[in-house]
């Protein structure tokens, strides 16, 4: 596996020139890497050419007539799947589970694994294009203020990211991944392992002492604020990095708050293992589609668009920088909602929101809650979670920040979840407390409300 600076150069200047050609030209740059990509898939993978079997030339195909797919299809017939024939499942899989391979390419392509909160989790395949695409197309992105945060962030110290340390995630595995094809681009980056207690995490921070910008998900965020507002957590960020969760406003208030040194506020990206690049955020704090190598569309529960300002039921991905394993109008199980209006900061490419992902909402019978609406704060707890075990039975878990009698909190934060599901309508629910830490997804991430999982989750 090769990182060429070159092909990285390429991408930028590309993604520059795109962008300079407004919506047009972006249009018909998307559409001339959306029919190559068929047409590679329909010569290379075996299931592609069934999948496709009925369409026209690949050089008039057009996006709508091609078959939506989900990862339980495509994982079943991985061996069919890609483009390259000499990597099996099996291979993939004795790779992943050898944690001292984190990082390391196999042949010419690097693999990671998504966590699987939403089912079964996914065998990512990323060839060297889509590195070079991710670097290329990030800069070819960049405003004025990204360099000057760049820049400040290589001066004023490390780069640490926080994520599951205990499998092959793309969180610490593409510094990694980096590391071992371009040191120099991988200098100044630190890895904390998301899987241990608060009271180590912090210490850890504060032993690098100099840390400019930290990369995490939005709930180990809470508790980096947290821990930061009481005097506990020491370093001070020019720059905080988040993804794979929602941000709520609420959070982003609190988190400006407690770290008055971030100059350059909270960079919310929206990404996936299948996809690591896949939007970017301009100063106006919007979401903006790299369009020309990336499709987001938003789907109703057909399957068919959504109109702009409508949240759509899922959304489809197609991803046109990896030709290896093709994930064509991919149905991803999020929802998004395009923005109406052209985006101050003048960018030509469709900006949108994401709403909650799908499986951290929380079903009792007919009624569906947001895990927003539960209020999971207590001034002696360092962490609460809230799990659903049974359709009808929820407990509470707590990681207490003291000496504070648990029974005490124990019982504000029931009679608290309690409201919450009287005044929503919900009657005859149980919440218990329980003597079990809360606990983390496989991929290092802390959900404050652990819903039921439905193993069918989206077929
Ligand atoms: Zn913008």
């Known amino acids: 596996m090769r990182f060429s600076l070159l092909r990285t150069l390429g991408y930028f200047a590309g993604g520059l020139w795109t962008a300079w050609g ?50 339980p299809d495509l994982m079943a017939e991985f061996d069919d799947w890609l483009t390259i024939r000499s990597l099996t499942l099996d291979r993939a899989r004795d790779h992943l589970r050898d944690i001292r391979k984190l990082g390391v390419p196999i042949d010419d392509v690097a693999i990671f694994r998504t966590s699987g909160t939403s089912g079964e989790p996914a065998v990512v395949v990323l060839p060297s294009s889509f590195l070079e695409y991710s670097y290329g197309i990030t800069l070819a ?36 991944l980096v590391r071992h094809l371009r040191p120099r681009l991988a200098r100044g980056l630190a890895f904390i392992e998301a899987e241990q207690s608060i009271g180590q995490l912090v210490e850890q921070l504060n032993a690098i002492g100099r840390v400019s910008c930290i990369v995490t998900y939005p709930s180990m965020l809470t508790i980096l604020a947290k821990e930061k507002a009481a005097g506990r957590l ?25 770290f008055p040194s971030l100059k ?26 790299n369009e020309d190598w990336v499709i987001l569309e938003a789907v109703d529960e057909a399957m068919r668009p959504v109109p702009a300002g409508t949240l759509s ?23 998004v909602r395009f923005h109406t209006d052209p985006c101050p900061c003048g960018s030509p490419f469709r900006s949108f929101q994401v709403e909650g992902r799908e499986a951290t909402l929380v079903r009792v019978g007919e009624v569906t809650l947001s ?41 504000e934060l029931i009679r608290s979840v309690k409201r919450v599901f009287r005044d929503n309508g919900v009657k005859d629910v149980a919440v218990t407390a329980s003597q079990a830490p809360p606990e983390l997804t496989a991929s290092g991430k802390f959900h404050e409300v652990l819903p039921l999982r439905r193993s069918d989750s989206r077929s």
């Open 22 to 71: 407004g919506r047009k030209r972006i249009e018909a740059r998307q559409l001339r890497n959306l029919r190559r990509l068929v047409e590679k898939a329909r010569r290379d993978s075996p299931l592609f050419r069934r999948l496709y079997a009925d369409l026209g030339p690949s050089s008039e195909v057009e996006l709508r007539e091609l078959p939506v797919t989900r990862k």
């Open 141 to 176: 992105r960049f405003e004025q203020y990204h360099w000057k945060l760049v820049r400040d962030m290589r001066k004023l110290g490390m780069r640490v990211t926080i994520t599951g340390g205990n499998g092959h995630f793309a969180g610490a595995g593409f510094n990694k």
């Open 234 to 258: 020491q370093v001070e960020p020019v720059v905080i990095s988040t993804g794979g969760e929602t941000l709520t406003e609420d959070l982003r208030t609190r988190v400006l708050q407690a």
């Open 264 to 289: 350059y506020g909270i960079l919310d990206t929206y990404a996936c293992t299948e996809c690591l690049v896949l939007s970017f955020e301009c100063s106006s704090g919007r979401k903006h589609v």
């Open 313 to 335: 039921a899922t959304a489809l991905l197609t991803v046109l920088a990896n030709d290896v394993q093709p994930f064509i109008r991919y149905d991803l199980g999020d929802c």
């Open 371 to 411: 895990p927003l609406v539960f209020d999971l704060e207590h001034e002696h707890a360092r962490r609460i979670q809230l799990v659903q075990t049974s359709e009808r039975d929820f407990e509470v878990r707590i990681e207490l920040a003291d000496e504070a009698a648990p029974g005490v909190v124990f019982e």
